[in-house]
């Protein structure tokens, strides 16, 4: 038998975890402080950014970091050329202590830069140089433009802020100039749009493609009448079931297209399958031929249809519209005489997804991947309901 | 313009003087305006081998707020080198171009907008190496003209922000120094150390072209709107220095003699580039900021009530003109001194 005197230092530690860890973060937030300073003396600020980026994660684990903490950051992201994380940092900063100095540095990078997203298309065959009018004699706003300059070059892609002016990127000359309220976006594809044939052409990346889902689901089925036939040779030839309040876990597999509608939205065609194992029966009564009640487990599955708008933003896309399954659900009888029951059901029903895509798709082009949350619900005539849940990983055309 | 005598201008403009202050110790020195007149950037020099370059926030002649000082991103915010170097600030359209000492003692061009960052590296080594000096930004903010000792010597190099490329103005075995870009950005105004001395030089592309030279040193040029380029001069030597101007090669006419030499600025023109102003290196006239127009018509002066006046600026902002100066306070003062006066309707617009 352990000694209680062993059973208190236990205690303790159990008691002190939290303290524990929030020390041991704590002191990591120390560290990176003191390393950062070093870092930034030597102007390595490459590294700054590193020690910055690791901060970060410690505010998950409860560190506040320190306005100085912030505006070493800030003097990282500015030699690095990104002034969004600027902005950002500089925000940051002012929350923890406001000072006119930071809302004059914030007021100048609202006065002076704007938001941009540039965009070359996979499919854009010409070349894409981009270039300033004039580059400007800050430094900071040289090292902004020559950043956007490489990410573009490298990734095709730029998101972020750039100082106010005229550019061009390939074919296409722009302006970002104080008077944008929105963020400006410059996108260079294969198809050339003329909105209603006046002003220039101008071309909008028509997100489309083919569009898969892919995750575990969980599933609840609602309470019905069901029509059932006997599996077995000896069970009657027809019965109903009503099934209650039953769960079910599986897995849903979708795959279809997204067709372009007009910029912002897409229309999405999927269809897949749908089913869930491993369900149990609160009550089931044969109303035909015998009493069937508690069977011990249910399942079921199902093909689907989806025709759902997408409206996307970025790499975010939400999805939604109306389902139409066929189902076929599964359920043992307590009677053992009477074998499985089984039955079918078409059902109408509403999905919506939201999916934020992470990386390109490897070998494929406009596609993004990531992850996708679902949920939605399919029920039949006789009112028996499938709300259900998924989380997915999602292919999804680039938007 | 209106012209006022001189008379009316003794004695009314010092109770109008705004001193402008910081509290590090030093002479202040070479006041600059900003284009629109809403900052004058100056120095402190503590005579240690310290330079810092001070931006002041200017309302209606009056300084408002605390100067903020020139920085460098990092935790080492100081200018480096055997001293603090922090210099010869150049107004740009968001900011300013001046020189600064790094860690290694080297000078460098920096762009600082204050109030909205720390101050930047213009030109990394690997686009141009050497001490730059010399900023000089054409009027349409296209190239930037400045001198590197890259070559071992002073040599003329020009920054295109069409293309973001450096490239060298001249080829040439001499020192040049001091270049100036005429209203048009076409043509640059520039200094040569040759046979001894300085003697000015214009280019447009293609080789330089002789403008003036001849005894001592014809120095720091600047152009007038008309094309003329204003200068200092040493030519009666004996330390004397004077103000000319020259219409073309080989063409000069002296504006002011015995004038007080700033530290590092040309000659100051007003905005309208009618007048040059001046102080006096002459004991009995060292209270005096002088105004005489280019065309050599008239001078006009007003007095400070103060010692040894000298480095004017002149700005015009909300339709008024403001002079900024040096001086000392007194004879037995430590350190000069930086003032803003307000001369509107009472001198050169």
Known sequence: MMRLGLLVPIAAMVASAPAWGATAAEAEHIRLSEEMRKLATRNAWRGVEASYQKMLELEKKGVTLSAEDHLLGVQAARQLGSVYDVYLRLQAANTVAPSPDLQGQIANIEANYGLVKLDVDDKFK??????????????????????????????????????????TLGPQTFDISKDDAERV???????????????????????????????????????????TTALSSGGPGGSAATVSSSS????????????????????????GWHGGFAGSTDANDDLVSASVQESASLGFWSVYGWVAPTWYYDDLAITVGPTYSFVHVTSEAEDVSQGALEGNLTCGGAAIS???????????????????????VFASRSMMTFPWAQVAFTIAPEG | MP????????????ALAAEVSVTEKGHASNPTWSADGAQLAFEINDYSGNISLFAARVQNGNPVGAPSKAKLAGAESSFGGSGSVAANASW????????????GGAMRL??????????????????????????????????????????????????????NEVTRMLESPFTEAAPRYDAAGNTLAFSRKNQGGEDLFTVSGGGATPLIGGQGDQTRPVYTPAGSIVYFTSERGDGHWDIAVSSGPGKKKILAKDVRLPVRAPPAMSPDGQWVAYGSDLPDKANYIYFTKVDGSATVKVDTKLVAAGEPALVTSGGRTFLAFTALPDAGADWRQLHIVDISGKGPQ
């Open chain 1, 185 to 227: 976006e410059v996108y260079l594809g294969p198809v050339k749009k003329n909105k209603g044939g006046k002003g220039d052409p101008m071309a909008v990346r028509e997100r489309k493609g083919p569009r898969v889902d892919m995750g575990p689901l969980y599933t609840i089925m609602g309470s019905t009448d069901i029509e």
């Open chain 1, 354 to 376: 939201v999916f934020y895509g992470l990386f390109d798709t490897p070998l494929l082009s406009n596609s993004r991947s990531g992850f996708s949350a679902a949920a939605g």
């Open chain 2, 3 to 14: 012209m006022l005598s001189s008379a009316l201008l003794v004695g009314a403009l010092p």
């Open chain 2, 92 to 103: 740009l359209n968001d900011g300013m171009m001046f020189e600064g000492s790094t860690a």
């Open chain 1, 248 to 271: 079910s876990i599986g897995g849903r597999v979708g795959g279809g297209y997204e067709f372009f509608l007009t910029k912002g939205w897409s229309l999405a065609l999927q269809g």
């Open chain 1, 126 to 167: 010409g070349e894409f140089p981009f270039k300033p009018e004039r580059m400007p004699m800050d430094p900071f706003k040289r090292t902004a433009i020559e950043t956007a300059q490489k990410q573009v070059a490298e990734q095709r892609k730029f998101i972020g802020m750039l100082p106010h002016g005229r550019y």
């Open chain 2, 110 to 163: 920096y762009f600082w907008s204050p109030g909205g960052s720390m101050a930047g590296e213009f030109l990394k080594s690997n686009q141009i190496g050497g001490d730059l000096t010399w900023p000089a930004a054409a009027p349409n903010g296209a190239a930037l003209a400045f001198v590197s000792d890259a070559t071992g010597k002073g040599d003329i190099y020009v920054w295109d922000a069409n293309t």
